[in-house]
């Protein structure tokens, strides 16, 4: 078995690591499909439930933007042990002081800093990966570390609360998420590896930070990363915003809802958008390398999350509680998340000199998506309810849709009209790296780590 893995570019020393990654965001996915709800019932307005999600989403994009550079100046093992331990300890006062409470402050507060842990821990791992594998495999092995993220914070995340919650009930399934998150912890402890000595980390402190800052400044100084930004931060709307007010849409009758499924089934629906999404993450990497990068992008991803905005609210009151045709629109979501794999190449394609910069903002924009997607529906749900915040969703991906029309990048193997050339130089290791960069943030911080180590 372990020779299987090898053979993709996944050397033992780090399998453990993968194993570990999986386990841990199983816990920290335990809630994101049906805590809304939870708020709802206990007396909360919709608002204040979204607007938890929100913050939440804000400090974890500060989390992952800072990881990387913290790993390399600490030691990536350090940085994933303080993360899970910042985690664990702050979900005791969550569910131990803060909900029994019912002060909705104090909810927020605790809630929101929870989410400063979880990219702590899983984006330093990505450091590690960079330096114990050669980049000629890096595609493969960052395909398969987020398979593993995938399995914990969307499959196992929404299907084992499904099962555990009707004989336990919402708050007590709450608890159920730390066995996970410990189990994680340990395995980092005691299997993942400490950082290598590599000459190409020859940064300062100092010079680190100064990085670090780029990813921020250069949104404002180079226009096409500002564009290739947004895109990012709208690609994942639906992922981070859905589950906010679908259970509210479809477990309830307030703000709109139908109430046609039980939460437990709304659950193991959405757990199948994250399923295709272990599919459909490798073949449009693949796809795009050979058929082009943005008009996939532009039809599979804006194009056909578009039609899965509205095709979540839409098809349940055409069809009523058929549960395989909301797994249809499960498919149409989870394939065009997923088609937006280009973006980190061509947003340091438009940078020459600037990459750590340019993967800096691309990291910034992937954790800003977690904030965004809840806040439209904290802001519009009074005003527009779930149908309005539907097709706000929509037409925002028709602006990225639009957005995808200014981007023009010269992709190796292809004419500047986007169309391949037939005979093509044989790429080197370190262009054929840089091109293997895929469509989540984990991903983006590997390339730019095998950089420095090439």
Known sequence: MIRFFEKFGIPRVLLLGFLAVAIFMTGDGFELTFLSKYMVDQGFTAAQASGLVTVYGLFAALGGWTAGVLAEMFGARRVMMFGACWWIGVHLVFLALALPSGVYPFILAVYAVRGIGYPLFIYSFVVLMAQYITPARLASATGFFWTCFSLGIGVFGAYLPSFIMPHFGEYRTFWFALPFSVVGTIMCFLFVPKNKVVKGEGLSTKEKLKELTDGATILVTNRKIAVCAVIRIINNLLLYGFPVIMPLYLCTTKYGGINIFRTEEWMRIWGFVFVVTLIFNTFWGWFMDRFGWVWPMRWFGCGVLAVGSVAFYYIPRWFGANAAMMIVASIIVGIGTCAFSCLPTIMTLEAPGKQGAALSAYNLAAGLTTFVGPGIATVLLPS??????????????????????????????FDEKGHRIKETKPESAETAAGNAVASHPIEVTVAAQAAAVA
């Not at 149908?387 to 991906?397: F, K, P, R, S, V």
């Not at 029309?405 to 010269?410: A, E, G, Q, R, V």
């Open 384 to 413: 527009i309810g779930i149908e309005g915040i539907c097709w706000t969703y929509a037409a925002l991906y028709v602006v990225a849709l639009l957005l995808t029309c200014t981007l023009h990048p010269k992709q190796p193997g």
